[in-house]
């Protein structure tokens, strides 16, 4: 059914997914460390304090739908967040490419 460069192709949609989602978890890491807040929980807006929705924080989609604003305040989101989400997630492609080369 799938060729093997379909194959390769989801296997690299997956490694930037995953990718994504572990650059997410670095800006809950060195946003919230340095304040010595907890690792758990649910993230909120830095400027009004609302939780941000689910479908509010999906990596690099929600930031982009939100035009890079909180919903609840329209406090500008720091474009670091999909930055770091977007380099990991291609760090991965790479990583994925080259051993899918091998
Ligand atoms: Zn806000």
Known sequence: MFGSAA??????VFAFVLGVCLGSFLNVVV????????????SKCRSCGH????????????????GGKCRDCKAPISWRYPAIELTTGLIFVAIGAVLLAL
């Open 7 to 12: 194959i390769d192709c989801l296997i690299l």
């Open 31 to 42: 946003t919230r460390r340095p304040a010595g807040e907890s690792m758990g929980g649910r």
């Open 51 to 66: 939780q941000i929705r689910l479908r509010d924080n999906i990596p690099v989609i929600s930031w982009l739908a939100l």
